[in-house]
């Protein structure tokens, strides 16, 4: 079974531009689920879904950030304009859809740098 | 005040030393208790939990929760090289958000041969 993939894996822009990360989940989990790590803090939850309804985005920064589940199954991440303080890992993680919290499986995130 | 304390080290050890990592805690909702392994660019991966207060044993890793003292631990004996890596505690449970994940800044152990 494949795990969580996530697209790209480094993404360097600069400040005002736009950047979309994508994250495909494990084959057949309803949950998906946005984290954030910025440098020196600990990896913060952003938002989740489950199938293509936003179930809580209490963690995301502002309206900046856009996340997307169209049918269900990939999840975008845009930022549009990208500040210096948007740079950070970004991770994505799945779980069934009642599965327990602890049954969340991480991508391997995606690294964003804003110059 | 953090939800989640955990000291980020970094911790370096001798191989076949015991490790001991912790974390605390402010929020008594939480009702699970988890420990992560990341290594390096990768993502977080599950190595254990617990449910409430108690001890759970895994091989050679043993979780610990003391919620009195909202107070959790993870053991490692006879670590080896290959546990080097990035540790995070993670919590979660209460109210309607029980499936969000609250990490600690995680502790970077180092198992020298």
């Known amino acids: 079974e494949a795990g969580v993939t996530q697209f790209p894996s480094h993404s360097v822009i600069e400040k005002g531009q736009t950047v979309t990360l994508r994250c495909d989940p494990i084959?057949?989990?309803?949950?998906l689920y946005w984290y954030r790590r910025v440098m020196g803090k600990e990896i913060k939850f952003l938002l989740h879904?489950?199938?293509?309804?936003?179930?809580?985005e209490s963690g995301m920064p502002n309206n900046r950030f856009l996340a997307e589940r169209t049918g269900g199954t990939y999840s975008t991440l845009k930022v549009q304009p990208a500040e210096l303080e948007d740079s950070g890992v970004y991770f994505c993680?799945?779980?069934?859809?009642?599965?327990?919290?602890?049954?969340?499986?991480f991508g391997p995130g995606t690294r964003l740098t804003v110059t | 005040q953090k939800e989640v304390e955990q000291d980020p080290g970094p911790l370096s050890v001798p191989e076949g030393a015991i490790v001991s990592l912790n974390c605390t805690y402010s929020?008594?909702?939480?009702?699970?208790f988890m420990w992560y392994r990341q290594y390096s660019r990768k993502g977080p991966e599950l190595l254990m939990y617990?449910?409430?207060?108690g001890n759970k044993e895994d091989g050679r890793f043993t979780a610990q929760v003391d919620k009195s003292s909202k107070y959790i631990s993870l053991f490692i004996r006879d670590s080896q090289p290959s546990d080097s890596a990035t540790y995070l505690c993670?919590?979660?449970?209460?109210?309607?958000?029980?499936?969000?994940?609250?990490f600690g800044k995680g502790t970077l152990l180092t198992v020298n041969p």
């Open positions: 993680a799945s779980s069934r859809l009642d599965s327990p919290s602890y049954e969340q499986y």
């Open positions: 084959s057949g989990h309803d949950n």
């Open positions: 879904f489950v199938k293509e309804s936003k179930q809580d």
């Open positions: 929020n008594s909702a939480f009702q699970y």
């Open positions: 617990t449910y409430s207060s």
């Open positions: 993670a919590m979660s449970g209460g109210g309607g958000s029980n499936y969000k994940l609250t």
